[in-house]
């Protein structure tokens, strides 16, 4: 796709054509591309057409129904905000009385929708020429966004001090170059490979009072800037991101894990100092917290701990223990109903002797193949189960190497 397709894609034309289509689905799509060949459009826009439907329908569920107005790049929409996550990140820039943002990187322009519709003025700045083009049709019911194709690294930025001024910066996390069937091209996970550059990101938050930047969720804790905040956040639990609040838009600085439980968001802090206690025991009747992915990447399961009075089944194991049943949204609550030494022999006797079929194996890190485990036991029952696999000792027994299977069951409701 180039910008001349974008270009009749965001014109009447296009947009007819676009809303004419049913929704799209895989075993319909050469039907549909027939049918559009049929009126006389060009196999180049039959092909962005069905591009276009195709990630409609991925983009919906993300963004929501106005979803289906947009258009959109494979590599746009991967890295693109959630709907509620943008709107968080625009809600902080409001809060701190910013005026005017530069989003520097922005994308096909899902935060700098958020952004404008909080009432900022909003400069987009995107490299990618077509998705640039992209970012413009899609803002350009915004009249207090201009959007602009250049690097980030070639912006002139206000000269402090710069009151009122922010910048938003979401560095490519992919590598242009060959892409894969569905459009979408290589990522990348090193600090050093985003583009813009962390060096670069880190001398804009030097020169504007309000900064945040978005990055993956695996990014170091030792790279936190000093005087920074670094928010770990997951949605629906699974961990989106990483962001990095400088100057006004710092809450508390160091490291934080936000949640969305389905209706709110959840802010959880510790100081960086603390370790978690570590329970040691484990016996029938307990409690284990699968703390969530963003606490996990955070590293606050010392922050879990203090919630539910309890203490990490292990230095690192990433579950906490404890006699305590409490409702939290930063860790599910799972009841032990029995502590069985991992051996496939003891499992599998235990598994014939309570009816197993379904078993779902839980555990942190690569020392134990769940699968391989799944496959030795043979559950061949119709109840279904779950394995929480932990190294750690239980009263009454010594795990041996191989460590502890905790057999549990979800908490129905909670208490504090």
């Given at each position: 796709?180039?910008?001349?397709?974008?270009?009749?894609?965001?014109?009447?034309?296009?947009?007819?054509?676009?809303?004419?289509?049913?929704?799209?689905?895989?075993?319909?799509?050469?039907?549909?591309?027939?049918?559009?060949?049929?009126?006389?459009?060009?196999?180049?826009?039959?092909?962005?057409?069905?591009?276009?439907?195709?990630?409609?329908?991925?983009?919906?569920?993300?963004?929501?129904?106005?979803?289906?107005?947009?258009?959109?790049?494979?590599?746009?929409?991967?890295?693109?905000?959630?709907?509620?996550?943008?709107?968080?990140?625009?809600?902080?820039?409001?809060?701190?009385?910013?005026?005017?943002?530069?989003?520097?990187?922005?994308?096909?322009?899902?935060?700098?929708?958020?952004?404008?519709?909080?009432?900022?003025?909003?400069?987009?700045?995107?490299?990618?020429?077509?998705?640039?083009?992209?970012?413009?049709?899609?803002?350009?019911?915004?009249?207090?966004?201009?959007?602009?194709?250049?690097?980030?690294?070639?912006?002139?930025?206000?000269?402090?001090?710069?009151?009122?001024?922010?910048?938003?910066?979401d560095?490519?996390?992919?590598?242009?170059?060959?892409?894969?069937?569905?459009?979408?091209?290589?990522?990348v996970?090193?600090?050093?490979?985003?583009?813009?550059?962390?060096?670069?990101?880190?001398?804009?938050?030097?020169?504007?009072?309000?900064?945040?930047?978005?990055?993956?969720?695996?990014?170091?804790?030792?790279?936190?800037?000093?005087?920074?905040?670094?928010?770990w956040?997951?949605?629906?639990?699974?961990?989106?991101?990483?962001?990095?609040?400088?100057?006004?838009?710092?809450?508390?600085?160091?490291?934080?894990?936000?949640?969305?439980?389905?209706?709110?968001w959840?802010?959880?802090?510790?100081?960086?100092?603390?370790?978690?206690?570590?329970?040691?025991?484990?016996?029938?009747?307990?409690?284990?917290?699968?703390?969530?992915?963003?606490?996990?990447?955070?590293?606050?399961?010392?922050?879990?701990c203090?919630?539910?009075?309890?203490?990490?089944?292990a230095?690192?194991?990433?579950?906490?223990?404890?006699?305590?049943?409490?409702?939290?949204?930063?860790?599910?609550?799972?009841?032990?109903?029995?502590?069985?030494?991992?051996?496939?022999?003891?499992?599998?006797?235990?598994?014939?002797?309570?009816?197993?079929?379904?078993?779902?194996?839980?555990?942190?890190g690569?020392?134990?193949?769940?699968?391989e485990?799944?496959?030795?036991?043979?559950?061949?029952g119709?109840?279904?189960?779950?394995?929480?696999?932990?190294?750690?000792?239980?009263?009454?027994?010594?795990?041996?190497?191989?460590?502890?299977?905790?057999?549990?069951?979800?908490?129905?409701?909670?208490?504090?």
């Amino acid at each position: 796709m180039d910008a001349r397709t974008v270009a009749w894609l965001a014109g009447p034309e296009g947009r007819a054509v676009l809303g004419s289509l049913p929704p799209y689905t895989e075993d319909q799509a050469l039907a549909v591309a027939e049918r559009l060949r049929h009126t006389g459009l060009g196999a180049d826009l039959v092909a962005a057409v069905m591009t276009q439907s195709r990630l409609r329908g991925r983009a919906v569920t993300k963004l929501g129904p106005a979803s289906q107005r947009m258009l959109f790049t494979a590599d746009g929409l991967e890295q693109a905000s959630r709907a509620a996550v943008a709107r968080r990140h625009a809600g902080r820039f409001a809060d701190a009385g910013t005026q005017h943002v530069w989003d520097l990187g922005c994308g096909i322009g899902v935060d700098t929708a958020a952004l404008a519709q909080r009432g900022l003025e909003v400069t987009a700045v995107e490299s990618d020429p077509v998705t640039a083009a992209v970012a413009a049709a899609n803002l350009a019911d915004h009249d207090r966004v201009r959007v602009l194709h250049s690097r980030a690294e070639d912006v002139v930025l206000p000269t402090p001090p710069a009151e009122g001024a922010g910048a938003w910066l979401d560095p490519a996390r992919r590598v242009p170059g060959v892409a894969d069937a569905r459009g979408r091209t290589r990522r990348v996970f090193r600090l050093g490979e985003v583009s813009p550059s962390w060096d670069y990101v880190r001398s804009v938050a030097a020169r504007l009072p309000a900064v945040g930047a978005k990055l993956g969720p695996g990014f170091p804790h030792a790279e936190v800037p000093d005087g920074a905040q670094a928010e770990w956040l997951s949605y629906g639990g699974e961990a989106l991101e990483c962001t990095i609040w400088w100057g006004d838009l710092v809450d508390r600085p160091g490291r934080s894990a936000v949640v969305h439980d389905g209706a709110r968001w959840h802010a959880l802090s510790a100081p960086v100092a603390d370790r978690p206690e570590t329970g040691g025991t484990v016996t029938a009747g307990d409690y284990v917290y699968d703390p969530d992915r963003a606490v996990l990447a955070a590293g606050l399961v010392p922050a879990v701990c203090g919630v539910v009075g309890g203490g990490e089944c292990a230095p690192g194991a990433g579950y906490v223990v404890s006699d305590r049943r409490v409702l939290t949204p930063w860790a599910r609550c799972l009841q032990v109903r029995e502590v069985l030494p991992l051996q496939v022999k003891v499992l599998r006797q235990w598994a014939r002797s309570n009816d197993i079929g379904p078993l779902t194996v839980k555990k942190r890190g690569g020392w134990v193949d769940a699968e391989e485990l799944r496959r030795r036991v043979r559950p061949r029952g119709s109840q279904e189960a779950t394995l929480v696999l932990v190294r750690v000792s239980s009263r009454g027994r010594t795990a041996g190497p191989a460590g502890t299977a905790l057999w549990v069951t979800p908490c129905a409701g909670g208490s504090t």
